[in-house]
C-alpha cells in the first residue's frame, strides 16, 4: 500500500550528515506515528554517499534511494518526486530536516485549505541564520522572480509540502533544471491558480552548502532566462 507520506531528499556528497540525517527525521516521523516513506534522491556523488544510502535502505524497508549520475539538484528532486507515492510529499534538505515544518504545513494540506505550503525563509515571522551573502542572494533571486515572471510571493527553493494528485501535472509542465527547478514548481503552481500558502520557517543548517554559492549564479540565470521565454513568450 503508498504510505501517506512521501519525503523526497536530494543527496550529493553528504557522506558526512545522510545516516544521522537519516536517523534524526526517521525517528521523528516515527515518534508522530505517520506513515511515511523516505526517498533519497542522491545524484553524482563521489564519495561514500552512494553506500552509505544502500547500507541505510537494506536495514530500514521506509528508506529509499537512487542513483543519477550527474550532479544535478533540479533533475534529481522531480525524479524523487515522480518516484513518491504518498498522498502528500514533502520536499526536504538533507541540511535542514526540520519536524516543525512538517508538524505546520500537514495540518494545512489535511484541512484542505491549501494544495501547496512553501517554507519561506524571507516572510514575516521567519528566521534565517545562514550567512549574509546567501541572505542576500535569495532576496536578489525572489525580486527576480518578481519582476521577470510576476511572482507575488518571498521564496520558492528549499521545504515545501504538497498534495501529489494535484501537483503532479504542474511538475510534468517544467522545463528547467538545477536550482530553478524548484523555483518553476512553485511559480507554474501559483500561475496556473493553485494554492499555494507560504509559512515562515527557521532556518538552521546543519552544515555549509555542497556546491558553492557562486559557482551556482550562472547557471541560475540560464535557467531564469529559460523559463522566461517558456512562459512569458512561448506562453507554455
Known amino acids: 500500500m503508498a504510505p501517506y507520506l ?29 506513515d511515511y516513506e523516505i526517498i533519497f534522491a542522491e545524484n553524482g556523488s563521489r564519495d561514500a554517499t552512494p553506500q552509505i544510502l544502500e547500507d541505510l535502505c537494506a536495514k530500514n524497508p521506509r528508506l529509499r534511494w537512487f542513483h543519477s549520475e550527474r550532479p544535478n539538484y533540479g533533475v534529481a528532486l522531480k525524479a524523487g518526486i515522480e518516484k513518491a507515492r504518498g498522498t502528500y510529499v514533502f520536499c526536504d534538505e538533507i541540511d535542514l530536516c526540520d519536524l516543525s515544518f512538517y508538524d505546520a504545513a500537514l495540518p494545512v494540506l489535511e484541512k484542505d485549505g491549501a494544495d501547496m505550503v512553501v517554507g519561506s525563509k524571507a516572510a514575516k515571522g521567519a528566521s534565517d541564520q545562514r550567512p549574509l551573502v546567501r541572505r542576500v542572494a535569495t532576496r536578489v533571486h525572489n525580486k527576480l522572480l518578481r519582476v521577470a515572471l510576476g511572482f507575488q510571493g518571498t521564496d520558492t527553493h528549499g521545504l515545501k509540502a504538497f498534495r501529489r494528485e494535484a501537483l503532479m501535472p504542474v511538475v510534468a509542465k517544467c522545463v528547467v533544471d538545477m536550482d530553478v527547478f524548484a523555483s518553476e514548481f512553485v511559480i507554474r503552481a501559483w500561475r496556473e491558480g493553485l494554492r499555494v500558502v507560504e509559512i515562515p520557517i527557521q532556518l538552521h543548517e546543519k552544515r555549509q552548502p555542497s556546491i558553492h554559492l557562486f559557482k551556482r549564479v550562472p547557471n541560475v540565470l540560464r535557467n531564469v532566462g529559460k523559463l522566461v521565454y517558456v512562459i512569458r513568450i512561448r506562453g507554455t
Not at 519525503?7 to 506515528?33: H, K
Request: proline content about 3%; charged content about 15%; hydrophobic content about 50%.
Open 6 to 34: 512521501s519525503i523526497v531528499i536530494p543527496v550529493y556528497n553528504e557522506a558526512s550528515i545522510v545516516a544521522s540525517a537519516a536517523a534524526e527525521l526517521s525517528q521523528g516521523l516515527d515518534a508522530r506515528g505517520w
